[in-house]
């Protein structure tokens, strides 16, 4: 299993980057992919995942309506966009992998923390000037 997280950079408060999440090794529908991210100082925080398996999306409250979570199924690859972006969203972003939860004819999305995902990517820095 891999995951290559990329497109961080520097840039301008207000400003937009699109991080990319490229996967492999698993069957991708099966998986939840999750951004996750740590500013100098802070713990790592969970901010958004998706499962193209069941249509699922969540965001933090810290990201809601700036962030945009978003899959290509054909491309094993989840992106996420970043809009109006402010000093405090300065951080190394990861992405992780965790398989989906059987619960009868269900599949549930693990809980947007650490300890549920089992394959990291190595992060990417997103830097926002003010």
């Known amino acids: 299993v891999q995951l290559q997280a990329s497109g961080g950079g520097l840039v301008q408060a207000g400003g937009s980057l699109r991080l990319s999440c490229a996967t492999s090794g698993f069957t991708f529908g099966d998986y939840a992919i999750a951004w996750f991210r740590q500013a100098p100082g802070k713990e790592r925080e969970g901010i958004s995942s998706?499962?193209?398996?069941?249509?699922?999306?969540y965001y933090a409250d810290s990201v809601k309506d700036r962030f945009t979570i978003s899959s290509d199924n054909a491309k094993n690859t989840v992106y996420l966009q970043l809009n109006n972006l402010k000093p405090e969203d300065t951080a190394v972003y990861y992405c992780a992998a965790a398989q989906l939860i059987a619960a009868g004819l269900l599949k549930l999305v693990p809980d947007l923390v650490d300890e549920k995902y089992d394959y990291w990517g190595q992060g990417t820095l997103v830097t926002v000037s003010s």
């Open positions: 998706i499962s193209s398996g069941t249509g699922f999306r």
